[in-house]
């Protein structure tokens, strides 16, 4: 089974641009969740999406945003950005909540972002 | 959300066992107790996870303290492999998919 691909692996962009950046998670999970890391936060969530709508939201502004299509492969989007947004931007698949306490995450490998 | 807390870095000599610990003293009784690491230069990965007895797999097992206040992660070997940040997360019983990650534990593995 492929794993999580996320798509640029590496992207430079400058303050006041937008940037999208994508994901596809494993074939037949419906679950995409997507997190920021960096050194001094961490990782924190940011949205998950499941069967094309929102579920849950982290506490992120609102140029951050996400949407899931049909298949679901999950984008999200930050527009206006800012330094603060340089980060790797990792999402993660999981399927149907099999099991009480939440399934399994599968993560890929992470868009690296830089803001200059 | 409930709280977990570990220690930040742990060292380990190669194939000797390693035991993570973390306290969570807030948590319900419908948590589970989720572990995950991150390799260098790597996403997450789910290791193992429980809700009130022991467990054991292939990667390692999780011992839980009889009150859930706490629990550990028990590497039986480690190797060099295992060097990573490992994190131990809560996750209520209809938890959909949004996990909140602490600072997590740095393992160092020493040959």
């Known amino acids: 089974k492929a794993g999580v691909t996320q798509t640029p692996r590496y992207l430079i962009k400058t303050r006041g641009q937008q940037v999208t950046l994508s994901c596809s998670p494993i074939?037949?999970?419906?679950?995409v969740s997507w997190y920021q890391q960096t050194p001094g936060q961490g990782l924190q969530f940011l949205f998950e999406?499941?069967?094309?709508?929102?579920?849950n939201k982290g506490n992120f502004p609102g140029r951050f945003s996400g949407r899931q299509f049909s298949n679901s492969r999950s984008e999200m989007n930050v527009s206006t950005l800012e330094l603060g947004d340089s980060a790797l931007y990792l999402c993660?698949?999981?399927?149907?909540?099999?099991?009480?306490?939440?399934?399994?995450?599968?993560f890929g490998p992470g868009t690296r972002l830089t803001v200059l | 959300d409930a709280k977990t807390t570990q220690p930040n870095s742990m060292e380990s000599n190669e194939e000797e066992p390693v035991h993570l610990p973390c306290n969570h003293s807030?948590?319900?009784?419908?948590?589970?107790i989720h572990w995950y690491r991150q390799l260098p230069s790597q996403g997450p990965e789910y290791v193992i996870h429980?809700?009130?007895s022991n467990v054991n797999n292939r990667m390692a097992s999780l011992a839980i303290a009889e009150d859930r206040k706490s629990s550990t992660l028990i590497l039986h070997r480690a190797t060099l492999r295992d060097a990573a940040v490992y994190y131990c997360?809560?996750?209520?019983?209809?938890?959909?998919?949004?996990?909140?990650f602490g600072a997590g534990t740095r393992l160092t593995v020493k040959p």
């Open positions: 993660a698949s999981g399927g149907l909540a099999a099991s009480p306490g939440g399934s399994e995450q599968f």
């Open positions: 074939s037949g999970h419906r679950s």
């Open positions: 999406y499941f069967s094309e709508t929102q579920r």
């Open positions: 807030t948590i319900s009784g419908t948590d589970y």
């Open positions: 429980g809700l009130t």
């Open positions: 997360i809560l996750r209520a019983f209809n938890n959909n998919n949004d996990m909140r």
